[in-house]
């Protein structure tokens, strides 16, 4: 099965927030490039749950039956790659991201697995508080994280109780000038 690739060059994908508690998963990329949420392409024919689904047990080896869904963003929400992210030798040439962003909460404790494919996308991994992803994400998807953080908030924790914004929140939260911005569907 392919990507899925819409015409004007974003790759159709599913974003991934695991809690546990308060707290949300972060993977650390294979070889100490950064810490992100797992995400993962939605291919030819398959529908955004069974993407999500599949992504889960792929990058971390957590099945279905571990979780609840809470609930998903309302649109796609988009990034561009920087220029010398783009592998211009793909046909068609993918030049970002649009995303339907997951909430998902463990039923019970898992033991996580990296090794489900031949490229695991996680070495390693941490509990960490609710907004703390968005200091840790590469520059250019830190919008995308703070919008669906933002957007799910309400769902993973009912009733007013999510967390305060950090103290460096205006900081990280500021438009970057490397970065465009993007809307949603």
């Known amino acids: 099965m392919t990507d899925v690739i819409d015409p004007d060059g974003f790759r159709a994908n599913v974003g991934i927030i695991l809690m546990q508690g308060v707290e949300v998963f972060l993977g650390r990329r294979t070889g100490g490039k950064g ?26 080896g957590v099945r279905e039956s571990a979780v609840d869904l809470i609930g998903q963003t309302e649109r796609w929400l988009r990034y561009r790659l920087p220029p010398r992210y783009v592998r211009r030798n793909q046909r068609p040439v993918c030049t970002g991201q649009k995303q339907r962003w997951f909430l998902l909460r463990l039923r019970h404790e898992v033991t996580f697995d ?50 305060p914004f950090p103290e460096w929140w205006d900081e990280y939260t500021r438009p970057d000038p490397r970065v465009g911005s993007e809307s949603g569907d």
């Open 35 to 60: 810490w992100q949420f797992p995400q993962g392409g939605l291919r030819s024919g398959e529908a955004l749950e069974q993407a999500l689904y599949r992504e889960l047990y792929e990058e971390i």
């Open 114 to 163: 990296f090794a489900r494919t031949s490229e695991p996308e996680f070495d390693q991994w941490r509990w960490s508080n609710y907004w703390e992803p968005v200091r840790e994400v590469i520059y250019f998807k830190r919008p995308v994280y703070v919008r669906a953080l933002t957007e799910l908030a309400p769902l993973a924790f009912p009733r007013g109780k999510q967390p």
